[in-house]
């Protein structure tokens, strides 16, 4: 089978984790490099968290450090979602690799170049690394077949009325990859708060019985803390939605927009403006995801979780 070559870009973070739990447990994707980005947490707690993942999910592709702070600005941080460490909750094992000696864009540049294939991101914190990649490494853009993103909303934001997280951390970055002509799959708020995983789908998940299983529920439950005080019926498993876009596409319902960053806007910036009625008489940019099927989701989960039978890991 030719598998689909990735680079895993996040900021873990709960959702990131689930999202690379899904990644490596899919015989169709091989992951080539993960990179850590500034974004729920600061980027050093974000790159220990992604060397923990990968120890527990038995990823083994090279791991970097990314971007420490957006291309204009500060670092916005998530801990009210995330907690302390960015990935609060179960304890987990230290890495058991040591960590590239490359910046993050490097690496991604360097698996670019070798890959015979073109080599799919999925990223899923803001876009820092991803722009400054195709700033610092024009020569490998061609090798980009396409971008998956969790980012975004077309109807609402997250963070403030009109901007999501991941858009709002780093919108210059977002407006040069929107803006890159590269296909893009958009898994926005529109449909990652609608991957909901529920505390009545805990039992299910748990049954798998294996120790990723219980350490995903252990995730769940301390991501779900603080969207329950925002009185969701369950928590937004935001991040994998951008996975299962490239993998499972028949769970969602997609449309083809235009999609453009807004940069200025005293309520706006950060925001993702869709044409939807294509008045700006612009190509569509991105094909964005916008309905899910919440219970297939939680069949796939529970899928990925039986790859992991057997992986037990000293924590
Ligand atoms: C996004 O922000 C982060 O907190 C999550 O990991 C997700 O990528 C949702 O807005
Ligand atoms: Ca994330």
């Not at 959702?15 to 980005?37: E, G, N």
């Not at 916005?76 to 690799?97: I, K, M």
């Not at 722009?131 to 109807?155: C, D, F, N, Y």
């Not at 803390?225 to 969602?252: K, N």
Request: aromatic fraction near 6%.
């Amino acid at each position: 089978m030719n598998k689909i070559p990735i680079i895993l870009d996040g900021d873990p973070g709960h959702d990131d984790a689930i999202a690379w739990v899904f990644a490596k447990a899919d015989p169709a994707l091989d992951i080539r490099a993960v990179v850590a980005v500034s974004g729920n947490q600061t980027l050093d707690k974000t790159t220990l968290n992604a060397r923990r993942v990968c120890a527990l999910l038995g990823i083994d592709a090279p791991i970097a450090s990314g971007a420490h702070k957006p291309m204009n600005g500060d670092p916005v941080t998530a801990g009210n979602w995330h907690g302390e460490s960015g990935l609060d909750g179960p304890a987990l094992p230290e890495p058991d690799q040591p960590l590239s000696p490359l910046p993050g864009v490097d690496l991604m540049a360097k698996v670019l170049a070798e890959s015979s294939q073109p080599v799919t991101i999925v990223a899923t914190g803001p876009l820092t690394d991803v722009a400054e990649l195709l700033l610092a490494h024009p020569e490998v853009k061609e090798k980009i077949g396409q971008i998956s993103i969790m980012g975004g909303g077309l109807t609402h934001g997250n963070w403030c009325p009109g901007a999501e997280f991941n858009i709002l951390v780093d919108p210059e970055a977002a407006y040069l990859v929107f803006h890159s002509g590269i296909p893009l799959l958009m898994s926005g708020l529109d449909v990652t708060e609608k991957a909901l995983i529920k505390p009545s789908d805990f039992p299910r998940i748990l049954a798998v019985g294996n120790q990723t299983a219980r350490i995903v529920v252990g995730w769940l439950e301390f991501f779900y803390r603080f969207p329950m005080e925002l009185g969701y019926s369950g928590a937004p498993v935001h991040d994998p939605c951008a996975v299962l876009a490239l993998t499972h596409p028949e769970i969602f319902q997609s449309r083809e927009l235009y999609v453009d960053i807004e940069l200025q806007g005293e309520y706006t910036r950060g925001a993702t403006v869709a044409d939807f009625r294509g008045r700006l008489g612009k190509a569509p940019n991105a094909a964005c995801m916008m309905e899910i099927d919440r219970e297939r989701y939680i069949d796939l989960l529970v899928e990925a979780l039986q790859f992991y039978h057997g992986r037990e890991v000293a924590i």
